[in-house]
């Protein structure tokens, strides 16, 4: 790699880690909301691990970022019952 691709790259990364620490963290009842599920089932699947959602520990209160909660949808949207296997 050139200096100038490292450069751009890093300015890039630089970008996303900016944007990542500037975002609205939600709290589980509006995460829950925004994913059109109850709270304690939210709850289960964090303690449990079932379905990988990210979340952030901020002292004991629970947050989840919406760029995760939309990464975790896109992941998980299938277009057939096949797909969803």
Known sequence: ????????????KLKLLEAAATEKLKPPDEAATYLGIKEQTLAVWRSS????????????????????????????????????K
């Open 49 to 84: 691990g079932r379905y990988g959602l990210p979340f952030v520990r901020v002292g004991r209160a629970i947050r989840y970022r919406e760029s995760d909660l939309k990464s975790w949808i896109e992941q998980r949207t299938a277009t057939s019952v096949v797909a969803a």
């Open 1 to 12: 790699m050139t200096k100038s691709t490292l450069e751009a790259a890093a300015t890039e």
